[in-house]
């Protein structure tokens, strides 16, 4: 699968036969341009609705989607993991903070940062790689779900779907599915039909309803 990639600030296309140790550097930061788009979206009466994740009402949820972006600068630095809840963020700032984030991440993953090793808050051990792969993941799941959340037509450009699919099936173990509670961290495969797009079929991986509604 071919995939855009950032190296000292030029993007070039990579190749790899295997979605697990492919390079998805360049993917992670068009997804923060494309969570920001969709925040920027969201009206401030808005705010207390509900989303997909129970938990969380639309602010709560735009605050955690600009906080993963951030750790996701800090893991690419090399910095240790919290397991802290993300501050709040005002809507007004969240869409230039997760824009500002992209461009930091893309000059934080360095091609040694791919390979090292990082033990998260919850004692699980991954590559920089699977990182990468995970935030991408984040960060298109919760922007789908604000999308739907706040009357949003989900989309995004087909390539950044693919790869977006790639990097979820790729750093998603199956035991990671209600590890923590039904739907924690994540909750099971949901069904996609046959005319569902690569987004819609993204979102259902990663256990979302795409039908639905608020």
Same mark, same amino acid.
């Given at each position: 699968?071919?995939?855009?990639?950032? /190296?000292?600030?030029?993007? $070039?296309? $990579?190749? =790899?036969?295997? @979605?697990?140790?492919?390079?998805?550097?360049?993917?992670?930061?068009? +997804? !923060?341009? /494309?969570?920001?788009?969709?925040?920027?979206?969201?009206?401030?009466?808005?705010?207390?609705? @509900?989303?997909?994740?129970?938990?969380?009402?639309?602010?709560?949820?735009? =605050? /955690?989607?600009?906080?993963?972006?951030? &750790?996701?600068?800090?893991?690419?630095?090399?910095?240790?993991? #919290?397991?802290?809840?993300? @501050? /709040?963020?005002?809507? =007004? +700032?969240?869409?230039?903070?997760?824009?500002?984030?992209?461009?930091?991440?893309?000059?934080?993953?360095?091609?040694?940062?791919?390979?090292?090793?990082? #033990?998260?808050?919850?004692?699980? $051990?991954?590559?920089?790689?699977?990182?990468?792969?995970?935030? *991408? =993941?984040? *960060?298109?799941?919760?922007?789908?779900?604000?999308?739907?959340?706040?009357?949003?037509? @989900?989309?995004?450009?087909?390539? *950044? +779907?693919?790869?977006?699919?790639?990097? +979820? &099936?790729?750093?998603?173990?199956?035991? !990671?599915?209600?590890?923590?509670?039904?739907?924690?961290?994540?909750?099971?495969?949901?069904?996609?039909?046959?005319?569902?797009?690569?987004?819609? &079929?993204?979102?259902?991986?990663?256990?979302? &309803?795409?039908?639905?509604?608020?």
């Amino acid at each position: 699968m071919d995939t855009l990639v950032v /190296h000292d600030g030029v993007m $070039t296309d $990579t190749t =790899s036969s295997n @979605p697990a140790t492919a390079d998805r550097r360049g993917v992670l930061v068009a +997804a !923060y341009d /494309h969570a920001a788009e969709v925040v920027a979206g969201v009206r401030p009466d808005q705010l207390v609705g @509900p989303t997909p994740c129970p938990d969380y009402d639309v602010a709560t949820l735009v =605050s /955690h989607l600009v906080g993963a972006g951030w &750790r996701a600068v800090a893991l690419g630095r090399g910095e240790t993991p #919290t397991g802290e809840e993300f @501050p /709040h963020v005002e809507l =007004s +700032a969240a869409a230039r903070q997760l824009r500002q984030a992209g461009v930091e991440a893309a000059g934080a993953w360095s091609d040694e940062r791919l390979a090292v090793t990082t #033990t998260m808050p919850w004692g699980e $051990t991954y590559t920089g790689s699977t990182l990468v792969d995970m935030y *991408l =993941s984040e *960060l298109m799941a919760h922007g789908w779900d604000l999308a739907v959340a706040t009357g949003q037509t @989900p989309g995004c450009d087909e390539d *950044l +779907a693919t790869a977006a699919l790639a990097a +979820a &099936r790729a750093m998603l173990r199956p035991e !990671y599915r209600d590890m923590m509670g039904v739907g924690n961290p994540f909750g099971a495969e949901q069904p996609a039909g046959d005319d569902a797009t690569t987004l819609e &079929r993204f979102a259902a991986f990663m256990g979302r &309803r795409i039908d639905w509604q608020p």
